[in-house]
């Protein structure tokens, strides 16, 4: 996960009054900002291309939702499905290896 930076943490008064600056130098630096409201994040300032990214990411995202959702359809139509207890090592292995993969 990306830290931010505390000059990037801008009060949403103050970027009333800096927008142009703000945006000039996220769309320089592409590092964004985050403007709080009453001491708490609000909003967020990026660049196009960023939210482009972010698009198209929720996007792959949900495709895979969806292509993972009609696979375990099919599975249960085929009968390829486990009890519990013969689920739960399966499950063991797949979280270890999630945690070899995290720690990587």
């Known amino acids: 996960m990306a830290v931010i930076a505390t000059k990037d943490i801008v009060p949403i008064s103050q970027a009333r009054v800096r927008l142009t600056e703000l945006a000039d130098d996220v769309s320089k630096s592409g590092h964004e ?6 001491g708490k994040s609000y909003v967020a300032l990026i660049t196009a291309e960023q939210l482009d990214d972010y698009r198209r990411f929720k996007e792959a995202e949900h495709l895979s939702m969806l292509e993972a959702l009609v696979e375990a359809a099919e599975d249960i139509d085929a009968g390829r499905v486990y009890t519990w207890d013969e689920f739960k090592p399966r499950l063991a292995k797949l979280r270890a290896k999630a945690k070899r993969i995290a720690g990587a």
């Open 33 to 38: 900002k985050v403007f709080t409201k009453n």
